[in-house]
C-alpha cells in the first residue's frame, strides 16, 4: 500500500496484493474443472491477485471524504464456467470497476455511500452496486 496526503486534504492511495486461497470442502462428491473429473469433495480455490488506485479529498478533522477509484480483481489460474452450469470455485474471475465513495461523519454518528459498476470481466456479472451504511464512533473523539 502506497498513500500520500497532501496539507490540503486531497489524496491518492495505489494497493496490490496477492491472495494465496486454500483448498474448500464442497457439497459434491465429486466435480468437473480443468477438463478434468475429480473424484473428491475437496477443491483447490485458485490464487489471485487484487490492486487498486484512489484518488480523494479528506476534510479537516475527517469529516468529508469524497473518492474515486478504480480496482481490479484476477485469479491466476481456474477454468471457465461451462454452459447450462452454475458458476464453482475453480473458476477464473477477471473483474475490473471503477466507483465512488463519500463519507460525512459530523460527530460520532456518520453516513457512506459507495457506488460501484464493473466495467470489464470474465466469470463475474456486469453489475452495478450501490451501497449504505451507517457509521458510529465508539470510544473518544479526537
Same mark, same amino acid.
Given at each position: 500500500?502506497?498513500?500520500?496526503?497532501?496539507?490540503?486534504?486531497?489524496?491518492?492511495?495505489?494497493?496490490?496484493?496477492?491472495?494465496?486461497?486454500?483448498?474448500?470442502?464442497?457439497?459434491?462428491?465429486?466435480?468437473?474443472?480443468?477438463?478434468?473429473?475429480?473424484?473428491?469433495?475437496?477443491?483447490?480455490?485458485?490464487?489471485?491477485?487484487?490492486?487498486?488506485?484512489?484518488?480523494?479529498?479528506?476534510?479537516?478533522?475527517?469529516?468529508?471524504? =469524497?473518492?474515486?477509484?478504480?480496482?481490479?480483481?484476477?485469479?491466476?489460474?481456474?477454468?471457465?464456467?461451462?454452459?447450462? =452450469?452454475?458458476?464453482?470455485?475453480?473458476?477464473?474471475?477477471?473483474?475490473?470497476?471503477?466507483?465512488?465513495?463519500?463519507?460525512?461523519?459530523?460527530?460520532?454518528?456518520?453516513?457512506?455511500?459507495?457506488?460501484?459498476?464493473? =466495467?470489464?470481466?470474465?466469470?463475474?456479472?456486469?453489475?452495478?452496486? =450501490?451501497?449504505?451504511?451507517?457509521?458510529?464512533?465508539?470510544?473518544?473523539?479526537?
Amino acid at each position: 500500500i502506497a498513500h500520500y496526503q497532501h496539507s490540503s486534504g486531497w489524496y491518492s492511495t495505489a494497493h496490490a496484493s496477492f491472495n494465496l486461497r486454500s483448498n474448500i470442502q464442497s457439497d459434491r462428491d465429486a466435480y468437473f474443472a480443468h477438463n478434468r473429473l475429480y473424484y473428491t469433495s475437496e477443491v483447490s480455490v485458485p490464487n489471485a491477485l487484487d490492486a487498486g488506485l484512489r484518488l480523494g479529498y479528506m476534510s479537516e478533522g475527517q469529516k468529508l471524504q =469524497l473518492e474515486l477509484f478504480g480496482e481490479h480483481f484476477q485469479c491466476v489460474e481456474g477454468d471457465y464456467i461451462r454452459p447450462g =452450469l452454475m458458476p464453482f470455485p475453480t473458476n477464473r474471475m477477471e473483474m475490473t470497476q471503477v466507483g465512488v465513495y463519500g463519507k460525512y461523519q459530523p460527530h460520532r454518528l456518520g453516513v457512506n455511500l459507495r457506488a460501484a459498476t464493473v =466495467l470489464a470481466g470474465r466469470n463475474v456479472c456486469q453489475q452495478q452496486m =450501490l451501497s449504505l451504511g451507517l457509521l458510529y464512533v465508539v470510544g473518544k473523539l479526537k
